[in-house]
């Protein structure tokens, strides 16, 4: 099996989990897709699939287990991964920088930061003249003032109207902005300690949650999922798997709050490498932003909570623990790429229709979007599986990376090192090499075919996908440190990562 930046699938995913003496889960989109699944995608981390993806066809059992597959809404199937494209989200840190003068320069990646201030002329007295008798100053015309307000109500009119123009071509312009700042998202936790309940998180997020409805197949509505207020822009977040074949056949998209009020909206950008993609929708502005919060302040065995529209059971609550961090999973469902994420696991209940929704702690602040769920892999009348109670969500860290870079440039972006590696099991040793690009990063720092790579900036790497997704942590243009076993010796090497889109 292989990755490569030039997109080649990979060969071995299939074969992925033949080691396990047991039928193993399957991974499944947690999008309440109402159309038929599609082809079943390349590999992917044992027993996951996209909740919210369309049914698909349960295939009959295989003498070996089977591995898992991305659970995606109404949305292809994910294929191959491309060591190429493999990396750790691109884009400048969230947050823009506290404390600046107002008018003062800075690189923040948010944009300006602040109004530009300019010092008022000033006015002297009136010019001396020889004969040392204060000079004498016309009086204006009667007419004169008229005029000169008159002038400036057209000249006011006329910047407003302007001024009004131009905001309304950005908006057009897919609703994009100036990235995530400070100012119009939310980070402090809203609900006191001491105050913390289910209850209490219900309360605080059930407002911000919506559910997501998108065509599929040419029937509006084809597809369902959910997704959270990102700012007080009228941005919403969700997967890519629920709107992916709404966006690429240009079919509607509505948001419903959670009074049952519905919005069109539209597509800001999509990152099919991170299954997450962004919406706008004018109406969006006057819901509440939900908090964000940090996934890395977790532990295993905290308690958190899933907030969506499971089986299109709108404003739906399901609680439970953190399961496991760092699982290395697959959620794509693209036909050219995989898509692999280190993920946050859940027990809390997720079924399809649950895909882009928020996970969120018992402070009120989202710590991952629900993306995929594991399934035995057959639920009745051959359709894929619901709940078994292993789910897993994509970091808020991640989130917050790929929306600001969506939100900029209309785009994500996701490092590359430019090599293909074999993503099938290879006994936990590492992950082999099999090939490097001329002229990538990779060949750059001097990687060979053959190497077998079981480190990344001191963190273990069993196999391919651990490798991808320990790539894929870090940001394009960043130096990371390869220990790898060449011949039997161990040796590191300096690989700064490349960039692409996706």
Not at 122 to 147: E, H
Not at 207 to 233: K, R, W
């Amino acid at each position: 099996m292989s990755d490569t930046s030039d997109g080649r699938g990979d060969q071995y995913g299939e074969q992925y989990g033949e080691q396990y003496g047991e039928r193993r889960a399957e991974p499944t989109e947690p999008t309440q897709p109402i159309q038929p699944m599609g082809p079943r995608p390349s590999w992917t981390p044992p027993g996951v699939q996209h909740p919210d993806q369309p049914q698909a066809v349960s295939e009959p059992p295989a003498p070996e287990p089977v591995a898992p597959q991305p659970v995606a809404p109404q949305t292809p199937q994910p294929a191959p991964v491309d060591l190429g494209t493999f990396g750790p989200p691109s884009g400048p840190p969230i947050g823009a920088p506290a404390g600046a003068e107002p008018g003062a320069q800075s690189s923040s990646p948010f944009g300006p930061d602040g109004p530009l201030f300019t010092r008022p002329m000033p006015v002297g007295p009136p010019a001396w003249s020889p004969s040392g008798a204060r000079p004498t100053r016309a009086r204006p015309s009667g007419w004169v003032w008229p005029a000169v307000a008159v002038l400036a109500l057209v000249l006011g009119l006329g910047g407003g109207v302007a001024g009004s123009a131009i905001y309304d071509q950005s908006r057009s312009s897919g609703g994009r902005s100036g990235g995530l700042t400070t100012d119009t998202t939310r980070s402090a936790p809203p609900i006191r300690e001491g105050s913390a309940s289910v209850a209490a998180v219900a309360q605080e997020l059930l407002p911000s949650t919506v559910q997501i409805s998108a065509e599929y197949d040419g029937e509006a509505g084809g597809a369902t999922g959910s997704g959270f207020v990102l700012d007080t822009e009228g941005h919403v977040v969700t997967n890519n798997h629920v709107v992916q074949q709404a966006a690429e056949d240009d079919g509607p998209i509505q948001i419903v709050d959670q009074d049952g009020n519905r919005y069109d909206a539209e597509v800001v950008g999509r990152s099919p490498v991170y299954d997450l993609a962004v919406l706008y929708s004018e109406q969006a502005r006057d819901l509440r932003p939900a908090a964000l919060g940090e996934s890395q302040a977790l532990r295993v065995g905290d308690d958190v909570v899933a907030i969506g529209s499971p089986l299109g059971l709108s404003s739906t609550v399901t609680a439970g623990i953190v399961s496991a961090l760092n699982r290395p999973v697959t959620t794509g469902d693209s036909a050219s790429e995989s898509s692999y994420i280190n993920a946050v696991q859940t027990d809390a209940a997720i079924n399809p229709g649950n895909s882009g929704g928020p996970l969120v702690n018992l402070a009120g602040q989202v710590v991952g979007v629900n993306s995929a769920i594991a399934t035995t892999g057959g639920g009745l009348g051959g359709g894929e599986s619901g709940n078994i109670g292993v789910g897993f969500a994509i970091p808020i860290e991640q989130v917050k990376v790929t929306a600001d870079q969506i939100l900029r440039t209309g785009e994500a972006r996701y490092p590359v090192i430019g090599a293909q590696v074999q993503t099938g099991e290879t006994g936990g040793d590492g992950a082999e090499i099999e090939e490097v690009n001329s002229g990538s990063p990779a060949a750059a720092a001097g990687l060979e075919a053959g190497d077998v790579v079981v480190g990344v900036d001191g963190d273990r790497v069993t196999d391919g996908i651990a490798l991808i997704v320990s790539i894929r942590t870090h940001q394009p243009g960043e130096t990371v440190e390869f220990t790898v076993l060449r011949d039997g010796d161990e040796q590191t090497f300096q690989v700064e990562l490349g960039s692409e889109v996706g």
